[in-house]
């Protein structure tokens, strides 16, 4: 791997404070109180995706990088249990990704679930089309699935990146087409990617960094949420996370969650790191 390539995926394995030294621990925003009730496992919609999932998905990659995880740590059938622990409680999106190495956790969950009632996303650091014709094979093989219902351009902080990379979109551009995957989108790792992302007519799914206190995210939160507007207006769907702030938040989760379910998301994702911490985060946000 390439210096800068490492560099770069070592910053955004941490959240790419990098590009923004000074997080907002302790900021305060405004959040409007909820006019209803919300569970984790409500089904929702991914914007015009077709895609009917839970409101909560199941996070795998805590500090995830160099296929390594909070969650991977747990072991294969740690993290499978867990994730079918999820599933008991009406949990049915699992988010994966090839830098967190948890395919193989999420590939042994799946054998014990029906294939089409959960949803599967996961991640590609693909930057050229051979690299991301290779991954979709190689992570179908390793998730054990014929089809990803959802894949992801993965940490995107270039502003010119649907020109940049134009070939890796039409690779998932055809695999779609080809009933490989569902739907296809990015995760961005800088405000000047997610603005690129939102006016993109290519991008169906969002995965957005948002939570009330600006801890690793790409800009203040009313930057973001105004963002979030534009991706919203155009169709796409916004998939949350760093919902609390990388643990940052360990301390206001009422406040990140009730934050969170205000924002118009269509789902957002959590890594929890043991059942008691699942079943604690479902019980708070149905209490939010």
């Not at 990704?97 to 599967?120: F, I």
């Not at 790409?218 to 169709?235: I, K, L, Q, Y």
Request: aromatic content about 6%; charged content about 25%; overall charge positive.
């Amino acid at each position: 791997m390439k210096r800068r390539e490492f560099l770069h995926r070592t910053a955004c394995a941490a959240g790419a404070v990098w590009l923004h030294p000074k997080t907002l621990a302790n900021q305060r925003f405004a959040i409007p109180a909820l006019t209803r009730k919300f569970t984790a496992s409500d089904t929702v919609r991914l914007g015009s995706t077709g895609i009917q999932t839970s409101r909560l998905a199941m996070g795998t990659g805590t500090v995830g990088s160099g296929h390594h995880s909070h969650q991977t740590a747990l072991g294969i059938e740690g993290l499978r249990d867990l994730l079918l622990n999820g599933y008991d409680h009406g949990l049915r999106f699992f988010d994966t990704a090839d830098s967190y190495g948890s395919h193989p956790h999420v590939a042994e969950a799946l054998k014990h679930v029906p294939r089409d009632k959960v949803t599967v996303l996961t991640k590609t650091w693909a930057r050229d089309a051979a690299t991301a014709r290779a991954d979709l094979e190689r992570f179908r093989r390793e998730l054990g699935t014929d089809y990803i219902d959802i894949c992801l351009m993965h940490c995107l902080t270039e502003g010119d990146w649907t020109e940049r990379f134009q070939p890796v979109m039409e690779v998932l551009s055809d695999a779609k087409r080809k009933g490989i995957i569902r739907a296809h989108g990015c995760s961005c790792h800088s405000i000047e990617a997610l603005r690129g992302a939102a006016k993109s007519p290519w991008v169906e799914v969002h995965l957005v960094r948002i939570n009330p206190a600006g801890a690793y995210m790409d800009a203040a939160p009313d930057t973001v949420v105004s963002v979030m507007r534009e991706m919203r207006a155009n169709g796409h769907a916004i998939v949350g996370m760093k919902i609390l702030g990388q643990g940052d938040l360990r301390n206001r989760q009422d406040e990140a969650l009730r934050f969170a379910l205000s924002l118009d998301l269509d789902a957002f994702t959590i890594g929890a790191e043991s059942k008691l911490e699942q079943e604690d985060l479902i019980g708070r946000i149905a209490r939010a």
